[in-house]
């Protein structure tokens, strides 16, 4: 190398570190969104009174909680995207792809979560107030099947994503493929259960959906994927954890 090629080096490395992602910072949140998501796996269904008003308005709490959680879960997955495609190469066509879908999908869910929670609010106070529970029932229906609508769009996107990040870790060169091969495998199965979910609402296909969520709760929120494994808090984890061994590789090759 030449004097000149040095002075470049030299004059180009702060810059370059600068703009590297906080990655610990990503692991943190990957953590948290899937300490949101286990809590909601495993909350225990509410106890409510007999009587359609009474399950109605007692199980409202605990619906709102739950709902609340995995909000939280699911918005910890938009800055995580930019950082798993900034591992797996942010000049890759699938990183770039999945860190697009992934937050549209989650934004998407919780619009529906929100929509849906807000209608049961309502149908709360007006079954509360002694209107007809035709209108009630009205709310609940059209509200929740346009909350669907927005689930099922969120879970094909998710899909997506994850199907794109496996893509990208599995054509990652060959000294970086033996630590990403098996997280590329798991995404690889989360993401397919995720376009089976979306599939399943497509169809309107309940006892799919069931499976493939897992035990519900009498919210209606559902436990996220919670069938046979914990599939997105251990893909969240999992991620995670390579985020934190890049920022020891990092801090040595900086050493």
């Known amino acids: 190398m030449t004097a000149a090629t040095d002075h470049l080096d030299a004059s180009t490395a ?8 906080p990655v610990a910072v990503a692991a943190l949140v990957a953590y948290l969104g899937a300490a949101a998501f286990l809590f909601v796996t495993l909350a225990n269904p ?3 009174a007999p009587g359609w ?3 109605l308005v007692t199980t409202l709490p605990q619906q709102g909680l739950d709902t ?3 909000i939280a879960g699911f918005l910890c ?3 995580l995207a930019a950082f798993a495609r900034d591992l797996l190469g942010r000049d890759r066509l699938l990183a770039r792809t999945g860190s697009a879908a992934m937050p549209a999908g989650a934004l998407l869910w919780v619009t529906g979560n929100l929509l849906q929670l807000g209608s049961h609010c309502v149908a709360v106070l007006i079954a509360t107030h002694g209107h007809p529970i035709q209108a009630v029932n009205a709310i609940l229906v059209t509200v929740d099947a346009i909350g669907d609508a927005f ?3 969120g879970f094909a996107l998710l899909g997506v994503a994850l199907l794109a990040f496996a893509g990208a870790a599995a054509g990652r060169p060959a000294g970086h493929r033996a630590a990403l091969r098996a997280w590329a495998g798991y995404s690889l199965l989360v993401g397919a259960a995720l376009l089976a979910l979306s599939g399943a609402h497509a169809a309107a296909n309940g006892d799919l959906v069931e499976l493939l969520l897992g035990r519900r709760c009498p919210t209606g929120t559902g436990h996220l994927l919670a069938g046979g494994a914990l599939l997105l808090p251990v893909w969240l ?6 985020l934190q061994d890049a920022t020891t590789v990092q801090t040595r090759t900086r050493a």
């Open 151 to 153: 689930e099922l769009a």
């Open 237 to 242: 984890a999992w991620t995670g954890r390579l």
């Open 77 to 79: 997955l938009l800055p």
């Open 68 to 70: 609340g959680v995995a």
């Open 14 to 21: 702060p810059r370059a570190a600068s703009t590297t992602p």
């Open 46 to 48: 509410p106890r409510f």
């Open 53 to 55: 008003s009474a399950w």
